[in-house]
């Protein structure tokens, strides 16, 4: 299998420069407790679907970062700093591996009552943009863990908190109205829905997007916006 290839933005005398690296799959499958040759499907999968997303570490939704610099952590011979190439060698006991990112554009013109305070005020971390044909949208960047029984067990996908700074967001933890049980992770799968062959590719376009979508409809007062459609 090839070795997958990611890159990291920067910014070098007004320049705007790339980091590339190859992704050091065994170190990352030894850090998640997955067997390599499952962990490469999984990178390969991301790269052709989500090719910017990068395989960083975290603690549930918060990415753990260089102790030197405050840079990223990312999979370039063993785990090290993307900014300053020191090596991670000291990651807490909880650390995953985990994939960072945004979500594809989200029209947010039909947003009437959250639409004028995202675009004045985007949460950080958040993007808004203007596109011929989509109108207003919204990134949400989002942050994907392996348990360390995966694949038996999902994936799983949290908001930053920030997310919920985004006006009309309710602040309880936990709520069946909205699907969401703490520290901002989503509730995606019903018992029975999560099959082993599924992983981060497949749950970010299969539930996670749409809950970005709903939890947004929601904030906006469509207080049904999770309700099964049958
Ligand atoms: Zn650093």
């Known amino acids: ?34 067997n390599a040759e499952r962990f490469s499907v999984e990178l390969a999968d991301m790269a052709v679907h989500f090719p910017r997303w990068i395989l960083t570490v975290s603690q549930h939704h918060a990415l753990v970062r260089c102790q030197k610099c405050d840079g990223m952590v990312i999979f370039d011979r063993g785990a090290r700093c993307v900014a300053c190439d020191v090596k991670a060698s000291r990651l807490p006991g909880a650390a995953r591996p985990a994939w960072f ?3 594809p554009p989200i029209g947010i013109d039909g947003l009437a009552r959250i639409k004028d305070g995202l675009l004045a005020r985007p949460p950080k971390g958040h993007v808004v943009g203007h596109r ?10 989002l942050v994907v863990t392996y348990p360390p029984q995966f694949p038996l067990s999902p994936v799983e996908v949290f908001y930053l908190p920030e997310f919920r700074t985004i006006p009309g967001m309710p602040q309880e933890e936990v709520s069946h109205a909205f699907h969401m049980v703490g520290h901002g992770k989503m509730s995606l799968f019903a018992a029975g829905e999560w099959i082993p062959e599924m992983g981060a590719r497949t749950t970010l376009q299969q539930r996670a997007y749409a809950h970005v979508v709903k939890f947004l409809n929601y904030a906006n007062g469509k207080r049904n916006a999770f309700a099964v459609v049958s």
């Open 1 to 34: 299998m090839n070795a997958v290839q990611q890159q990291f933005p920067y910014r070098e005398n007004n320049e705007v420069k790339h980091r590339r690296w190859s992704v050091d799959v065994k170190a990352a499958a030894s850090l998640a407790g997955i």
């Open 101 to 103: 990112g945004v979500m």
């Open 132 to 141: 011929e044909g989509l109108g207003n949208y919204l990134l949400v960047p």
